[in-house]
């Protein structure tokens, strides 16, 4: 995922150590060892929903209409919005048979499911006013309730929910988020938080060198001690996605070994 | 159904193009061939179907002594109970199968019978006097209508049936001879102008109608005898049409579409319960420990309206609300303490609840408001008076009625009303009863057989409430379990039955079991075609019941119910609104819509359907099924429910409110409206 170009490369840190290997023990322990923590964030720039539409039959038939109608609804409810910035993409579609058998002792019937996932991409979201994004966020929300579609997000079916005096109540679950937020061009953000990192252990390492009356030397060695990027909800994520609209942070962590000089040396 | 796809969907987002199969199921130990269906016809018992099929299997090898001795045991039995007259499920009463496989014999077949019985048949003709001359001229034509003296023999006893009044007992014998006797020496055109008499003073009008054809394309300048009078045929029974027939309404394929307002604002809404005791009623299977949700958790109340009033059957509690105003106009209790009536117990049954307007008279299915929800306590039938609420008879105070539970919709009709009902204490054998409508006497009661399921039993789950439907003098009766019976609405004697594919209904009942979502939806008469989907029936079956016969059937969504049906489409609706051709019986198309009661009634007009959901009101364009609007309205708290329309005023009916909004202004308006409430006014999301 990450290009070594950007990031110290392992040859590079390999080298570093067969360098340091060869140095005598004393010069090993002439060395010191830091830190560095770096942290950016940026606006996120793309919403996604995930939907799905399908359509179930006994008659094989009448699943296929059912499905190429549901699509055809949900497709053409997104066209009439006319959002420039929205893209409407078909995804996976699955196929599923399963038994119907609610009668006892009767032969059990099967069924035909044509299921299709939909992808929405909603676009340029970070130059949206956040009043005018909620709005347009709930439009496509109900747009997709309305053309019958479901919210994959949504771990319950609509029928297990009950309103109850305008509070939505979720039986036994937990509420899930519908709408994913995410940062489309993120590598340089990583290559800031390297930045940040680096100068991070740095300025560490200084202050350490101080108090021992030594100055840094060398870069001896670097270990990229966390590769994670976290969510603002402080779980680790595989890419810069959020399900909350807010700035994201991406974090890096580098472990950096200096040489210690005297504070003659080197002069 | 509505778990399974919830399964699929959320199984789909992880699994990619994927094919899952389930396992086979096993069929049952019992009787691996003939699962047990959930009701059951008052049949013959199987010895007298497999004589049946004996006399056929040997009439076909033309071995007449077996063959006539195996149906013996046909004639013997009772003529009335009904015998399958197919494969296919239709059911006819004994007599009426025995004289059929008669008369279909070839005419060496007809030739040996009259060999073998001619003689006996003579002589209980000659007999045939005095007070055994019924039973006797009877005995010919059930037994012997193949021998020299069987039509002879019909025709006597279609006369003493019409003089008696069984108008449909003495149509079959005169037609049997038409149908039946080609040989017959007597007038054919005598007896099509005597049986179309007798179809009519039944009040089965289309029967008039084929036989008044015939007469007129057959034989139109021929004279019949009647009475001493010798009549042209055919200007006889115009005569007869023009002074007997009664008027009636235009089809309800033709109703012109509804003009829901602009703005969401309504012109009234009346809130039926607070929100915390909606909240609390829809939490009552959780409260009793079970994690399960009842029938009353997503019920919507029983509901009828007129051009004055909207009128609620809400758990017993009985109200009129005014239509222009929204003002509640009368009611029979107050219902403060409904919720916490409601908690108390679980056998709520709160689709047995109905309510019908006719005329001046609400017709209500109830229990009493300090029963709710308690076993064993019978609904009743009563009559009120719809301005204020005043109380006529009920079926509690009226000896030859206290031991029925009331089941159904009630079905209003002249001086009588039809309701289904079962007897106290004996809740699967289902029954059909006449009152008359004055002072709720008796006047039959029909039994049309038998759940496998006691539905006194099944307070989880919706039980299955009879729909009724009057046409041309004949009654049809809906179990919703898997059987239809016609009836003669005069006698309550049964015409005919079909037995349909329809699921057992889960009695048990487990924490946590999931509820199922379920629709119900009265039969649709369209001229002679039937159409029946019954509320646990994956099936859809059109059947002309002129003959009857089964004309058709299809798979559809057990979920589905019945809205609609016009020249060209068939509309269902429930998790989905379907289209139908009716022509190749195939999926137009479907358009599925928000899920949230079952208990739904959407209106279908001349190019529309409309469907009130948890989200608003749906309005779909029947040619394709998209939406043509979606009017929100203002009830979108609520789970959905009923639609139902006034000359002025559509109203919605959700487990929370009743919301009136104005129809703009419209050609046609009032016209619709009128058809569409008389649609919609036969029951709140029931019948």
Known sequence: ?267 | MALAVGCLLSCASQARAQIVLAAPVVASEENPNEPKRPFTLPAQKNEVAESLADFRRYAEKTTWERAFKALEKVQEADPNALTPSSSDGLYMPTRQVLRLALAELPPAGKQAYRLFHDADAKTLFSQAEGKDETEKLRKVFNDFFITSVGDAAADRLGDIYFEQGEMDKAAECWQAVVKWCPESSLPRVRLLVKSAIAEARGGHWDAFDDLNREVRQRHAEEKVVLGGKSLAASEHLDAFEKKNRPETRAAESRQPDLHLPVADAPSWQFRIIPQRDASAIAQVGMNWGWGMRFPVAEMVPAAAVDDQRAYLNFLGYLLAVDVKTGKLLWRSARFSDLAQKVQQNQYHYPEQYAIVVSGDTLWCVTRDVGQIGQHGQPFRIGRWEAATGKAGWNSQNINDLQQWNIMGVPLPAGDRVYVAAAKNGQGAEQYVLALQASDGKLLWSTHLGTHQADQTQMWHRRTAQPSLILAGGRLFVESHAGGLVALDAASGAIEWAFAYDSSMPDTNNWYNQPSSFTTLAPPILVGKTLYIKGMRSDRIYAIDVSTPKLLWKRPVGESSMLVGVDDENLYLSGEEVLAIDLATQKLKWASRLPNGTGWLKPLVTHDRVYQFTSRGIFELDKRNGDTVRLFRGSDLDSLGGVMLATSTRVLTVSNLAVTAYALSEGAGRDDATKSAQATAAIGAGRN
Request: with cysteine; proline share 4%.
């Open chain 1, 1 to 267: 995922m990450f290009s070594t170009r950007r990031r110290p490369s392992t040859l590079a840190v390999c080298a570093c150590l067969v360098h340091a290997l060869a140095w005598s023990a004393a010069a090993q322990e002439r060395a010191i060892s830091v830190t560095g923590n770096g942290e950016v964030s940026a606006r996120p720039n793309r919403l996604q929903i995930e939907l799905q539409t399908s359509g179930m039959a006994e008659l094989t038939q009448d699943a296929i209409i059912k499905y190429d109608d549901a699509l055809r609804r949900v497709t053409e409810a997104f066209e009439k919005l006319q959002l420039d910035q929205l893209a409407v993409e078909p995804g996976d579609i699955s196929f599923a048979s399963t038994l119907v058998n609610n009668a006892r002792g009767a032969q059990a019937k099967p069924q035909m499911a044509i299921l299709q996932s939909i992808k929405l991409t909603l676009s340029q979201v970070d130059q949206i006013p956040q009043k005018e994004l909620v709005a347009t966020v709930g439009k496509l929300i109900d747009t997709a309730q309305d053309a019958g579609a479901t919210i994959s997000n949504n771990p319950v079916g609509s029928f297990n929910m009950v309103n109850q005096g305008g509070r939505l109540i979720v039986r036994n679950q937990v509420a899930q988020p519908l709408v994913a937020l995410w940062v489309s061009d993120f590598e340089p953000l990583y290559d800031q938080a390297y930045q940040k990192a680096f100068e991070d252990a740095t300025v560490r390492a200084e202050k350490l060198a101080k108090l021992a009356h030594k100055k840094l030397g060398d870069v001896l060695s670097i270990d990229e001690s966390s590769q994670r990027v976290y969510g603002p909800d402080g779980s680790a994520v595989q890419s810069l996605a959020s399900v909350r609209l807010g700035p994201i942070p991406v974090r890096a962590s580098l472990r950096v070994r200096f040489a210690l000089l005297s504070e003659d040396q080197g002069e």
